[in-house]
């Protein structure tokens, strides 16, 4: 079962973007500050692929901001796992800054990543908590409270995805992961070891990518 979303255009700019999302001026000017950054940064930093630095407008920012429709409008606790340079949660979070209570916790375990989260988040003054930690640790387990949405882009695939994100879930919890064209197998694949509700959305800014929607996640004891 999956939900229909019309195809973005190419977002090649700022403009696109704020036309395709209707963001506000002001936002979009603290994602223009973020567009910068990360291209002073990514080319010495080694932040996202090279290839992707030209194209960060539609690769990045639109690719992470499709999932904040996709999102209950109240929810306001936010965790991503393994965000990197901020995909999706920095961008998310920046788009929501608006929400009264809005928090999102950063989860990345390369220093060198959260220096460069650091800096977006104090010169954009994205609500954000950046945790420079290991999902897998018992520390981290023990730090993130379970919140209202869970996110990943690319990190693992679905059956080791759910591993990680299981210890920081609530039952309520909706977790959306960005994934590619092998989605519905590595869905059947977690079956496996997983009882959950899973939907998927075709992405709208990759034609191969599919959101994968899971809800109520159970471990079932095995493998």
């Not at 977002?11 to 000017?29: H, M, N, Q, W, Y």
């Not at 692929?49 to 209950?72: G, K, M, N, V, Y």
């Not at 059956?159 to 977790?175: N, Y």
Request: proline share 6%; glycine share 8%.
């Amino acid at each position: 079962m999956g939900r229909e979303m019309a195809q973005l255009p190419h977002i090649d700019g700022p403009e696109a973007f704020a036309k395709a999302f209707l963001v506000s001026r002001e936002t979009l000017g603290k994602l223009r500050i973020y567009a910068d950054l990360l291209g002073q940064w990514g080319r010495v930093q080694d932040l996202v692929a090279p290839s992707t630095l030209d194209d960060i407008w539609h690769r990045h920012f639109a690719d992470s901001a499709q999932l904040l429709p996709l999102a209950p409008a109240d929810a306001i606790t936010w965790t991503d796992l393994g965000t990197g340079p901020g995909f999706p949660g920095l961008v998310l979070a920046i788009l929501a800054a608006d929400r009264p209570g809005f928090r999102m916790q950063l989860i990345e375990s390369s220093n060198r990543k959260c220096s460069f989260l650091r800096e977006v988040a104090r010169r954009t003054g994205a609500p954000v908590d950046i945790l420079c930690m290991r999902i897998e640790n018992l520390t981290t387990h023990h730090t993130v409270a379970p919140v209202e949405i869970v996110t990943a882009r690319a990190l693992a695939p679905l059956v080791k995805l759910l591993g990680l994100a299981q210890p920081l879930l609530a039952h309520t919890t909706v977790a959306l992961f960005l994934k590619g064209r092998e989605a519905s197998r590595e869905i059947e694949d977690a079956r496996a070891q997983w009882q959950f509700q899973a939907q998927t959305t075709p992405s709208r800014t990759d034609p191969d990518g599919r959101i994968v929607d899971i809800r109520h996640l159970t471990n079932l004891g095995r493998g």
